[in-house]
């Protein structure tokens, strides 16, 4: 689909998969890290500079970002390795109680949490 963005004064009409109000909600964050920068200096920088200033900001941000997520993905990790320690501590020990159906649910519970 073809959306229309306005970007520092400038239209733009571009292409995306993605829904428009989500590209239209993009570029305005876009836009304002622009502008922020912009009003920032002093020394009146040129467009070009302003958004590749704007780039590494969001990049920047987007980095301590992933970083963060990337810390509380490993967190979940252990947590759900520790569930399963759990889990299968109070899973019955012997063969008998292990097979049939109530122990092929035990495991399948336990398999579907690890994925």
Do not use: H, W
Not at 37 to 46: L, N, T, V
Not at 65 to 90: H, I, K, N, P, Q
Request: proline share 1%; hydrophobic share 40%.
């Amino acid at each position: 689909m073809k959306v229309r963005i306005t970007i520092r004064g400038r239209t733009y009409t571009v292409r995306s998969d993605e829904d428009d109000v989500d590209l239209q909600q993009v570029a305005a964050y876009v836009d304002s890290k622009m502008d922020e920068i912009a009003g920032r200096s002093s020394a009146g920088f040129d467009e070009y500079t302003v958004a590749m200033l704007a780039c590494l900001n969001i990049a920047s941000e987007f980095e301590r970002y992933r970083r963060r997520m990337d810390g509380e993905l490993e967190g979940l990790d252990r947590d759900l390795a520790a569930a399963e320690v759990v889990l299968r501590a109070a899973m019955p020990q012997d063969e008998e109680a292990g097979s049939g159906a109530s122990g092929e649910s035990a495991d399948a519970a336990v398999e579907a949490a690890e994925a």
